[in-house]
């Protein structure tokens, strides 16, 4: 079954303690990005990698960093959450833009982060 | 990639077609148009997607003005299940220049389907 895996899909830690959220997907797919979701924010592009080694900025990256040594891999990495990375995380992924089969991104479940 | 904007919320009866809009005024040519929804705080789903032609498939229709600046995601009979947030972005098709990657979903409409 075609699908994106992230883990934990609930997790409360503490300030500055270092977690890693990680993101698999078996599609095969070149591009992969995470999200955040907060009340009234909607979602929000953390970073995103259009290929393995390939990874970039979205529009609230700070206090986070990526990898992406494997193509299904994608993991978000907290170096020393704070309390306003509280927050719903989403991982996407999707083929890179060949025609009609183009861009339809696959979610995963989401992963719930609490940092007190 | 282009913005887009969609009135915060709208509600529907149960049965009758529900008719959201989506603005992308700086849509470029290269670019598709792509409309997503999210129930309760799952991953958001995959709906439609079309660049300039109509579409429909077996969730809904996707109509798209003839100066791609707006766009209409219809579902035909609502029903209380599809009470949830619908996105509508705009992204970058194949061999597209300028494709960086970067997505904006911003808040989207929440669909109230009533009885």
């Known amino acids: 079954e075609a699908q994106v895996t992230q883990n934990p899909r609930y997790l409360i830690t503490v300030t500055g303690k270092k977690l890693t959220v990680t993101c698999s997907q078996n599609m095969n797919h070149e591009y992969m990005s995470w999200y955040r979701q907060d009340p009234g924010l909607g979602l929000r592009q953390i970073y995103y990698?259009?290929?393995?080694?390939?990874?970039d900025k979205g529009d609230v990256p700070e206090g986070y960093k990526v990898s992406r040594k494997e193509k299904r891999n994608f993991p978000l990495i907290l170096e020393s959450p704070s309390p306003n990375q509280t927050s719903l995380y989403f991982c996407a992924s999707s083929l890179i833009f060949r025609g009609r089969d183009a861009g339809e991104l696959f979610f995963g479940e989401g992963s719930r982060l609490t940092v007190l | 990639d282009a913005k887009t904007t969609q009135p915060p919320s709208m509600d529907c009866a149960e049965g009758r077609a529900a008719n959201l809009p989506c603005n992308h005024s700086?849509?470029?040519?290269?670019?598709?148009v792509y409309w997503y929804r999210q129930i309760h705080s799952q991953g958001p789903q995959y709906i439609i997607h079309g660049l300039k032609n109509n579409e429909t498939n077996e969730m809904a229709s996707l109509i798209i003005t003839e100066d791609r600046k707006s766009s209409t995601l219809i579902l035909p009979h609502a029903t209380l299940r599809d009470t949830a947030v619908y996105y509508c972005i705009v992204r970058v098709g194949a061999h597209g220049s300028g494709n960086t990657g970067k997505l904006i979903f911003g808040q989207g409409t929440t669909l109230q389907v009533k009885p």
């Open positions: 700086t849509i470029s040519g290269n670019e598709y």
């Open positions: 990698s259009m290929n393995v080694e390939v990874t």
